[in-house]
């Protein structure tokens, strides 16, 4: 078997076999696949598509090319989230606490950010001591005992997938549903994890631009899922405008614990309920999602979910005097705001400007191994269908670091944000939910 | 500029600008591009296509990354062929003397054989003492003294093209009319030759595996040369067996030498007429391809061309007594004659087939740079048309070295060789001429 014979195949519209997956997969775990063959193939199923066999193939190929996580000794059903992707995406470090105080176990494993999203675990080593690197054993005994753990990627994790992501990223082949499930799925599954909330992105900020296109990876995604013995639900979630009003990661991580007190953004809330209600049922503690809302509404309510966000802070390290004195965190040593130049209302706020404004000044990285300023984001004082006269403050930004690039970074906020003299409609953060 | 918006430009459909194009050249010349990135972009043209102005712009781009040859202190105008690869393809030894000596100066850069098909410079180089690597002035004096000159490429010609064309060759994208005829077109352009007879094959042997493909790019080709300055026409020709009854190389030179002797196989020897007229045409020495055919007939006859390839083998430093002795070249220790295991009649001859086995008894490379066995090849005693019986020699095989791979050989012959009932219809060589 040669890798160019399987490119040729799948360039000409056939399906690949079993065999030949795993041929070119374990290649690309092994080294033995060249990057150039790697991007050639990727191109071709980004205009030949692959069947669901196919996908279903690929992803169990991933999984088996690398180390497999075995979390079957957690007690209860665990349910995992995964986002597609988004600005402003904080909803990890409030759905965790909140689920598991609801008695699902969360056993999280996050990235870090790379490009114009954010990483979950940039924003949580935001706090003082917080600790991302447990090992598999006192991971596993800490989602026993409190029923939540967010960690860092561990171990030679679907290593083929990391090699593929990182030459699709840089040869346009990321945008195609079957590569995104696999990639989504195929980590999961190593990771341990088989039921699963998708929090599927749709719009500017997100890697589907369409609804339908969000559609279709949903659908694709829940069929994977059930393929490979797992249940999941899919939310598709907009991601025109950022979430919530906090752009960064102490900020986030300031927002995040706001929403745990019950008095988050009403986008943001909204989702952690939509996604959360989703994992209630998967985790068997509520049959409708009326019922499981009702219930996350409570632990909002009562404190039991701020108190779970506590205790998982206390197991990992963290700081707890965060939650009621947010100066402990890095503080910007820079803030500038950016006013309003015309009257009107906030039509639009490109969320993926943002996103590349609030990297510029130092929040995220444009290289692997970069450093971030966790004190670095944007605060946005307007969102869409805000009205706004001309001096108002728009947004602030904070930075610390001397690299920030604050003319580049107010170039991309001035073309985020659109306002016109039309009052927009609103539009809603949860647009439908995939079964 | 980014290389990988480049890509997605192209991948979405969008015409490259000459600066996309040239940025994206430049970095494949410099390494600065790297390898995943052309095969992505390759791939995406495959699918995708390029427009005529996009071609241009890609071949002249690639020209100007490299290295010139300036032929232009050649006195006449010279003209050059180039084939598009076939088996049994020894034109090139024949076709040089012989429209030289009806005064077109011929200045001929060659390649090796790499794949099914030889390489022009591995079969002259069988031939002992014969020096294919000469400095441009002694090669330009040669051309101006005796009209004819063959030569292995030198100088840094279109490196962005030899880079390309190896990931191309891996990667599945060889097989699109823009690529090729950019490929061709740069490296003939390079060269210093721009009035070019293109002998485009079509068949089981050749690239385009269809007339309508074969015409295509023969079009293109042509219509390619024209906006770069040059004139050119291009003769489609068969290449569903192989040309001539000899596959090797030392065997080929004889076999082309006897055709210098008139007294060749037809199909090469009307092949030859047909490019060769054409070559006269664009050189100024004939009006019509009925006038050129006459002269070169003629030169045939009369012993000029014969003697204009002794002229070349002299001050090339090969040795001329091949000429009458053909056995000064290397021999072959081993001979194997493979039968005919049916009466009927060959129906067809794989020449893609043919060109393996006689990889296989050494006779081509598997990877550049490996060794050849000169002496090593297939003499096809039945072709196409022939009518067979049991126990006939269909062919012989020829090898010195101990690493060739007879039991595949055989099995490969045995695939190429189609003997039925029914006798074929004779197919001429030559198909059609696209000016």
């Not at 999961?188 to 279709?216: C, H, Q, S």
């Not at 059930?226 to 906090?246: C, D, F, T, Y």
């Not at 309920?273 to 503690?285: C, T």
Request: glycine residues 10%.
């Amino acid at each position: 078997m040669r890798a160019v014979d399987i490119i040729r195949k799948k360039r000409d519209g056939l399906s690949l076999t079993k065999q030949e997956i795993e041929f070119f997969i374990q290649g690309v775990a092994s080294g033995e696949v060249p990057d150039y063959q790697i991007s050639a193939l990727s191109m071709a199923i980004y205009f030949q598509h692959m069947t669901e066999d196919e996908m279903f193939h690929l992803t169990m190929a991933v999984v088996e090319a690398g180390d497999k996580l075995d979390l079957s000794s957690i007690k209860g059903i665990p349910v995992d989230k995964h986002s597609t992707g988004g600005v402003g995406d904080k909803v990890s470090l409030i759905l965790g606490p909140l689920v598991a105080s609801a008695g699902v176990p969360v056993a999280k494993m996050s990235g870090r950010g790379l490009g114009h999203t954010g990483g979950t675990i940039d924003k949580l080593e935001s706090i003082p001591g917080f600790q991302c690197e447990l090992d598999k054993e006192t991971f596993i005994e800490q989602i026993n005992d409190i029923k939540v753990g967010i960690i860092s990627q561990t171990g030679n994790l679907a290593p083929a997938d990391k090699r593929m992501y990182a030459i699709r990223d840089v040869t346009a082949t990321v945008e195609n549903t079957a590569l995104i499930a696999a990639s989504v799925v195929s980590k999961k599954l190593a990771a341990g994890n088989r039921n699963i909330v998708f929090d599927v992105k749709v719009g500017k900020g997100a890697f589907m631009k369409t609804e339908p296109r969000a559609l279709d990876l949903a659908e694709t995604m829940v069929d994977l899922v059930a393929k490979a013995g797992g249940k999941s639900v899919a939310v598709i979630s907009q991601m025109n405008q950022p979430l919530g009003r906090e752009v960064g990661n102490a900020n986030e991580v300031i927002e995040a614990i706001e929403t745990l007190k019950n008095r988050g953004p009403v986008d943001l809330t909204n989702l952690c309920l939509a996604l959360g209600s989703q994992m209630l049922i998967i985790g068997g503690k509520a049959e409708t999602t009326e019922e499981a809302r009702k219930i996350l509404r409570e632990k909002l309510e009562d404190g039991s979910a701020l108190e779970k966000f506590k205790q998982m802070l206390d197991r990992q390290g963290g700081d707890i005097s965060v939650i009621d004195d947010y100066t402990i965190l890095k503080q910007p040593t820079n803030r500038l705001d950016i006013m309003a130049e015309k009257d009107g209302w906030v039509t639009a706020l490109d969320a993926m400007k943002v996103g590349r404004a609030s990297n510029l000044l130092g929040a995220g990285r444009k290289r692997k191994g970069d450093d971030i300023d966790h004190a670095a984001g944007i605060h946005l004082a307007k969102k869409e269908g805000d009205k706004v006269e001309i001096g108002d403050v728009l947004c602030t930004f904070m930075w610390t670091n001397e690299i920030a690039d604050i003319e580049a970074a107010t170039d991309r906020i001035r073309e985020a944000y659109y306002v016109s003299m039309e009052q927009p409609q609103a539009r809603p953060v949860v647009l439908r939910v995939v079964e």
